[in-house]
């Protein structure tokens, strides 16, 4: 019986090229993905781009562009570096596609009816110079904790998570001047209300979850969940459905969790699937591969906001929450241009050897140094010295005990070929009577196929092999299939008496040539 399996990556910000820091907590979800399609379950497995927020919006005013057009390009950015690394995302998305902004208002909307969003009037920092309300990365200070330059959100030499009230000499970002206190109104999920619930969850996971996870998840219980707002004074994001705050948009740290569900609707919707049953599935196993800094919004809020929705919508059951992978000693960070993007390294090393790098030596427990020569030591130990030679003696053992196989085959381009043993009598006598080569026509398409070797006897041709696809075997029978291969079957293609036959059947596309060939020798 196939599962229902949901894979998820986090969503990086929209705001520059993504680095090997990414890869390492985004690398995981393609493991675990793959594992599950291999297995034949049911895996939805869902990512994008988070298009919104002040990230965003500070990159447009350095570069002289509008939030639109840095988050577009990025986004289409990252596309190509995560398909050139080889991630089998079912969709990897914006959080400005129309369909998530829809469905984001939709379970906005739904939370507010609810009575868990309700509205609260605030104190802001507000920038006299600027006229405006400033949001927490807009204000920057010095770090309570360690001193250091940090925003109203984060210390990145530190990485204490901070409130912007607890800078010190609080500034604008934009124009340095200090801001002052003025009320505002803004929207607010009742996060606290969720307290029992969240505190089963944690519970309920501790065997599964990795000590990150818990210890990070435990630390906010213990001091009390907080109500958080969920508007900001932005021009850019998605809309608010609620009278009165047109002037704001939806806080992003609630509309780009929400993305892991309106992605995951959107997949089964294209299937034809129904998510309602799937997403509500008591059996439904997901798998959230984030990094640590994004853990509370995974195992705290997001947990909050599906009890919110009320539809019984499965909490997350595992949490990949891996640990930094920094350079020399330093968190990556785009402000400080400390980083190795995914696009470099993989150009330089090839994609099977970054992957094969950062699964293995991934920041699972503790953070990591990334290291060059560490990588070129991998590849050439364990790629080359280990697998390399474990395929190499095997092949060299192959030749010299079962007789030489070679195989040629395009995994991506096969398909299956009808052709019965009659035909290929046909074809076989015509290349005996020097006629080049020989035509067969299957359904609409005709296949050019050309036969060479010595037969005493075209019925010996059942079990000749034409193709090993992922350690299967086509073979010519009755009706060519894919069916599996065992020593039997390979014992008795050589005890026909076969004396070196080599078959080639190539396809006419167009300009394309697809070929699939095995030689057999007695």
């Not at 599962?3 to 907590?25: D, E, K």
């Not at 990795?210 to 004074?233: C, H, V």
């Amino acid at each position: 019986m196939k599962r229902n399996i949901l894979v998820t990556g986090a969503w990086p910000y929209a705001n520059y090229l993504l680095h090997i820091g990414h890869l390492v907590a985004l690398l995981p979800g393609d493991v675990i993905a793959r594992y599950y399609r291999m297995n034949g379950d049911n895996v939805v497995y869902v990512s994008g781009s988070d298009c919104h927020g002040t990230p965003i919006t500070e990159r447009a005013k350095k570069e002289g562009k509008t939030p639109a057009e840095i988050a577009m390009y990025y986004h289409n950015e990252d596309v190509k570096s995560l398909e050139k690394v080889g991630f089998s995302y079912d969709m990897y998305t914006s959080t400005e596609s129309d369909y998530h902004k829809e469905k984001v208002m939709e379970y906005y909307k739904t939370m507010y009816d609810n009575g868990y969003i309700y509205e609260k009037e605030e104190e802001q920092d507000y920038c006299p110079k600027c006229n405006k309300f400033l949001s927490d990365r807009e204000i920057i200070g010095t770090c309570p904790h360690c001193g250091n330059d940090a925003k109203g959100d984060q210390c990145d030499s530190c990485f204490a998570s901070l409130e912007s009230n607890e800078l010190k000499n609080r500034r604008c970002s934009e124009c340095g001047t200090t801001p002052e206190l003025r009320k505002n109104k803004h929207l607010y999920l009742a996060l606290s209300k969720f307290q029992p619930q969240i505190e089963k969850l944690i519970k309920d996971r501790e065997p599964i979850w990795r000590k990150n996870a818990l210890n990070e998840s435990k630390k906010f219980l213990n001091m009390g969940l907080i109500d958080r707002a969920t508007t900001r004074q932005l021009d850019w994001g998605i809309d608010v459905p609620i009278e009165g705050y047109e002037d704001k948009k939806i806080y992003v740290w609630i509309e780009a969790v929400l993305g892991y569900v309106t992605t995951c609707e959107r997949v089964l919707e294209e299937r034809g699937e129904d998510f309602l049953k799937f997403i509500t599935d008591p059996e439904l196993k997901s798998y959230y591969s984030i990094g640590k800094d994004n853990i509370p919004f995974h195992t705290i809020i997001f947990p909050a906001i599906l009890e919110a929705i009320g539809k019984g919508y499965s909490l997350p059951t595992y949490i990949i929450s891996c640990e930094f992978m920094n350079m020399l000693d330093e968190k990556m960070s785009k402000s400080k241009g400390n980083l190795i993007t995914i696009n470099d390294i993989v150009d330089k090393y090839g994609k099977d050897t970054v992957r094969y790098f950062m699964i293995a030596n991934g920041p699972e427990k503790k953070d990591s140094n990334f290291s060059e020569n560490d990588l070129i030591m991998a590849h050439n130990k364990f790629l080359v010295g280990g697998l390399g030679n474990f395929i190499n003696r095997n092949v060299s053992f192959i030749n010299k005990k079962f007789d030489e196989i070679y195989v040629y085959c395009d995994p991506a381009k096969l398909e299956a070929y009808s052709l019965t043993i009659e035909q290929i009598s046909q074809i076989i006598a015509a290349e005996n009577s020097n006629v080049p080569g020989g035509n067969i026509d299957i359904g609409n398409e005709s296949y050019a196929i050309r036969v060479e070797g010595e037969f005493r006897d075209p019925q010996d041709m059942n079990y000749i092999v034409l193709a090993s696809i992922g350690g299967r075997n086509v073979y010519l029978k009755d009706v060519a299939k894919i069916v599996d291969t065992t020593q039997e079957r390979a014992q008795e293609s050589y005890t026909n008496g076969i004396q070196g036959a080599m078959m080639s059947i190539q396809k006419q596309t167009g300009s394309n040539t697809v070929e699939i060939s095995r030689r057999v020798k007695k």
